[in-house]
Nanobody
């Protein structure tokens, strides 16, 4: 079965950095686009970034552009989100999702908290 397991979240101070990882299994990872979503407390889920199967197409939400980098390693079946210059507004549960801005399969999420 499809499995997406996020890791790397935690508590960081404003201005700090985190690298999120998503380990994929149970499907042919290298034919699917992948997306990072996030959901803050009391907020709707929103797209953070998306990446095509071969990394030729990448899109970022305006609120993270220039601060976050999405990448993938098809050999390792891994998806990554490098986050820098974090602010409290980035506090959210971050999800790894199969598809281009899609939602057919979701991971369990990893919590990112940005606070002093």
């Amino acid at each position: 079965q499809v499995s997406l397991v996020e890791s790397g979240g935690g508590l960081v101070q404003p201005g700090g950095s985190l690298r999120l990882s998503c380990a994929a299994s149970g499907f042919t990872f290298d034919v699917y686009a992948m997306t990072w979503y996030r959901q803050g407390a009391g907020k709707e889920r929103e797209v953070v970034a998306a990446i095509s199967w071969d990394s030729s197409d990448i899109e970022y939400a305006d609120f993270v552009k220039g601060r976050f980098t999405i990448s993938r390693d098809n050999g390792l079946k891994m998806l990554y989100l490098q986050m820098t210059s974090l602010t409290p507004d980035d506090t959210a549960l971050y999800f790894c999702v199969r598809g281009w801005r899609g939602g057919d399969h979701w991971g369990q999420g990893t919590q990112v908290t940005v606070s002093s």
